[in-house]
């Protein structure tokens, strides 16, 4: 049973910075890609950020040159590092990993006050 687990959400100030933790139960390195996405009330969950077994990364056009993804296998879990954040990042932030079946987190919310 694959679990993933986000934090590092919380209420910050634009322009502020956040890091958010997806820890998984068990190795991350049999996860290709894994993955971040964000959810707005009444709108569909769109990709932030992911990446793939070999550190290959995808951004959202939005997020390009503010938001860094990043793996640590060692620690099973996985990071979004979030610098000059925008009131329109705010959101609930998923973790997605895809080994066989997709797996999600539960979500971790970041409000971003003007």
């Known amino acids: 049973q694959v679990q993933l687990v986000e934090s590092g959400g919380g209420l910050v100030q634009a322009g502020g910075s956040l890091r958010l933790s997806c820890a998984a139960s068990?190795?991350?390195?049999?996860?290709?890609?894994m993955g971040w996405y964000r959810q707005v009330s009444g709108k569909q969950r769109e990709l932030v950020a992911e990446?793939?077994?070999?550190?290959?990364?995808n951004y959202a056009d939005s997020v390009k040159g503010r938001f860094t993804i990043s793996r640590d296998n060692a620690k099973n879990t996985l990071y979004l590092q979030m610098n000059s954040l925008k009131v329109e990042d705010t959101g609930v932030y998923y973790c997605?990993?895809?080994?066989?079946?997709?797996?999600w987190g539960q979500g971790t919310q970041v409000t971003v006050s003007s």
């Open positions: 990446i793939t077994g070999g550190d290959i990364t």
């Open positions: 997605r990993a895809i080994y066989f079946f997709v797996y």
């Open positions: 068990g190795s991350i390195s049999r996860f290709n890609p």
